[in-house]
């Protein structure tokens, strides 16, 4: 046809598509796939369930909420319906052949033109062509402006189509102001992923399966042109003249979307994943340093698409999403159908850009092969992924804290999971950090799956300040669908020293014990420490660690809460010790002055006289590597709930509302778990510090200011215990799984 406009036609056949709403109030909608309108809550219904009525060419057809966000309960009293503000609505019986929308869930830049249609209420079906202005609300959660054209009432819940991307990128939601050019506001598509998952996946399949076998809309789609490719330069499907540069780059386009399509389709037939998988195939995808979006995760089509979204990098390398359907065709079946066609459609897709050869690399690549747990090994591993947590001080007020979580995939690429919390009190601190880690726990061990190593439970390391080292995190349960897990029995769980980190002057010490540690098995290392006597005051035992390089592992006679033990414990991380233990909750038990008439030797120079937990430490760790530490404290904790005679015949426990330090300490003392047929592990913390699993750098907190007329302490004074008393959770913060 001679004057043919793309556009004209894409518009004709998105008006096809729109539909009349009768729910909650009267509006507009659209039909996303056969059978399926989209449509806003505040329209249609926030409740599933709900009846609603289509109006389509004439027809009125009954309807039902197959899901919207959020619920007519949580937007009862706001001035305007709550983010996301969408509905799925299924037709009882929907009219036969209707056309679907195509759902682009990139946002337009703003300047980008977009059309918006609907039903309005005093002019009846009216489509308006506006531009995409900026967006209104955090990363996520934002609202597209529509701008330059007027948005009338009864247009909520139509469709926003993008000049640029030929796809509908967005739901009419608002008007700015009535009988007015000043616009309004639009939902983005990918807001879907906000609503019920299991509808979301039903919907979203149907509707990749229509576009599959229906070209209408990727023909006109297709045909769009674009800023910098004016309509009248040749079309790559025209041939016989030249493309420009402009026309190469459309060429480039259009090869985009034909493959986009044709891989959502096959993604569309895979049965569904779960979260933790589709999170961490998306990480192993990505470039390095990516963060994960700021929706979740709820099928394999936004695993791609958000790939697809991402930068590539330089030379032979796949783009993202190729990296993603080249891993999922290594963990399909080898011979299936979906298999081969998968296959065959990432190597032809490679090809086409230049980079087959690095998809078969990828395609015929094997996973790594398991790390064996070893006892006695000589050489050390490449550092296992972990979940990293960290409760720092705040740098305003040392008693306030934030908390941060990362993923910790290699040296190189350590990646937050998150902004930094704002600032908390130490109880509000480690409930956040409770709620974050399972998410993220679930993830690594996801990707540690993809590496060929399934089933191992993830590493978890808390980086904490000295004050919030003696809590009961092992004892933690974050799953509360499983009552009877808690995070140290199921999980490898070490605690760290946050002073060490924030300190580089420690580091150089620190890594050269760590390396002491790599050729002797546990049980040879360990020595104890108490805090007692004049060889074990800070300046004696700091003498000592400077002479005795091989010190590298300790065996604390108490929990390091307050007094000498405390100082001894700060001496030991200023010196570079990477491996403590100590006994939760429990204090150095007194000696008869017979037994200790001079107080304790020097660490290394004789075993302490009241040594059952060293002795009990090295027994239970005999043969155990420096790297295999968390995986046998992990079974020891096990072996003691298993221990028939123990005391604490069920050591996962609830946070007390008002928890009596004094009594848990008393029980701590009258317990017989150091009896000589007692297991340790029990309450066993593992302060387990690796130089290579190192944060981003962060700013030091503040220390104190000492002031002017104050006076100083003189050099040589033992410094004084500086341990906050961790004060009982406030009101806000009752629930802690632990």
């Known amino acids: 046809m001679r004057n043919f406009d793309p556009l004209t036609a894409l518009q004709a056949l998105l008006e096809r598509c729109r539909v009349r709403v009768d729910g909650r109030t009267d509006g507009s909608g659209f039909f996303v796939a056969p059978g399926f309108v989209l449509s806003c809550a505040h329209v249609a219904g926030g409740t599933a369930g709900a009846p609603a009525r289509v109006g389509y060419e004439g027809g009125v057809y009954s309807a039902t909420v197959l899901a919207a966000a959020p619920d007519a309960a949580s937007a009862a009293g706001q001035p305007l319906y709550p983010f996301p503000d969408l509905a799925l609505l299924e037709l009882d019986a929907p009219p036969p052949g209707h056309p679907c929308v195509w759902l682009d869930p990139e946002a337009p830049p703003s300047g980008t033109r977009v059309t918006a249609t609907g039903f309005t209420r005093d002019l009846g079906p009216r489509t308006a062509v506006l531009e995409a202005g900026g967006r209104t609300g955090p990363p996520g959660r934002a609202m597209l402006e529509l701008v330059v054209g007027e948005v009338n009432p009864g247009l909520s819940g139509g469709p926003v189509l993008s000049h640029r991307s030929g796809g509908v990128a967005a739901v009419v939601k608002a008007t700015r102001q009535e009988d007015s050019a000043m616009g309004g506001y639009g939902v983005p598509v990918s807001a879907l992923r906000l609503l019920d998952p299991a509808a979301y996946r039903r919907v979203l399949a149907a509707h990749d399966r229509f576009h599959a076998a229906d070209d209408r809309w990727r023909t ?55 979260a933790a998988d589709l999170r961490a195939a998306f990480l192993r995808a990505a470039p390095p340093g990516t963060f994960e979006p700021d929706l979740p995760l709820l099928d394999r089509r936004d695993v791609y698409l958000e790939l697809a979204a991402r930068i590539t990098l330089d030379g032979d390398h796949l783009t993202p999403e190729l990296a993603y359907c080249a891993d999922l065709v290594r963990t399909l079946p080898a011979h299936g159908p979906l298999t081969r066609a998968l296959r065959d459609r990432v190597l032809i897709r490679a090809g086409e850009t230049g980079r087959g050869e690095a998809a078969r690399r990828r395609i015929d690549s094997t996973p790594l092969a398991p790390l064996a ?270 221990y028939e005679d123990s005391p604490d015949t069920n050591s996962g426990t609830t946070l007390d509302p008002d928890p009596d330090p004094d009594a848990d300490a008393d029980a701590d003392s009258d317990s017989d778990s150091d009896s000589p047929d007692a297991p340790l592990g029990g ?42 008393p961790i004060p009982a959770p406030a009101p806000a913060t009752e629930g802690l799984p632990r």
């Open 373 to 642: 747990p070893t006892t006695t090994a000589t050489t050390t591993a490449p550092p296992r992924p972990s979940v990293i947590g960290r409760v720092r001080h705040s740098l305003r007020d040392r008693t306030r804290y934030h908390v941060m979580v990362w993923q910790f995939r290699s040296p190189e690429e350590i990646v937050p999971a998150g902004a930094e919390s704002a600032e908390l009190t130490l109880p509000q601190a480690l409930r956040l950090l409770g709620e974050l880690l399972p998410p993220q726990i679930e993830t690594v061990e996801a990707l540690e799956a993809l590496d060929g190593t399934p089933g191992r439970t993830a590493l978890v390391e808390l980086i904490l300040p000295h004050e919030a080292l003696d809590e009961d995190y092992a004892d933690w349960r974050l799953w509360p669908e499983l009552e009877w897990w808690t995070l140290g029995r199921k999980h490898r769980l070490v605690v760290r020293p946050l002073e060490r980190h924030q300190e580089p002057r420690l580091h150089h010490p620190w890594l050269k014990r760590w390396t002491q540690l790599a050729d002797r098995p546990l049980d040879r290392a360990l020595v104890c420490v108490c805090g007692r006597g004049r060889q074990q005051r800070p300046q004696a035992l700091d003498a000592a660690f400077n002479t005795a390089p091989e010190l590298a592992a300790l065996a604390l006679a108490g929990a390091p809460r307050g007094g000498t033990l405390a100082q001894a414990f700060r001496v030991a991380v200023a010196s570079g010790i990477p491996v403590m233990l100590w006994e939760r909750g429990t204090d150095p038990r007194p000696l008869a002055p017979d037994v200790c008439a001079t107080g304790c030797t020097a660490p290394g120079r004789g075993d302490c006289p009241d040594g059952r937990f060293l002795r009990a430490a090295r027994k239970a760790l005999t043969g155990t590597h420096r790297d295999a530490v968390p995986d046998r404290i992990c079974d020891l904790r096990n072996e003691a709930e298993l």
């Open 683 to 724: 309450r066993v913390v593992l302060l387990w510090d690796d130089p290579a699993r190192q944060l981003p750098r962060t700013r030091l907190a503040p220390a104190t200011v000492v002031p002017a007329t104050a006076t100083a302490p003189a050099p040589t004074a033992a410094p004084a215990p500086t341990t906050v």
């Open 220 to 274: 006109l789609a297709d045909a769009l042109p674009s800023a910098d490719a004016p309509w009248a330069e040749p079309h790559p499907a025209a041939g016989g003249e030249r493309l420009t540069a402009a026309g190469e780059r459309l060429a480039a386009r259009v090869a985009e979307r034909v493959a986009d399509r044709a891989f959502l389709a096959l993604l569309a037939e895979l049965p569904p994943d779960s």
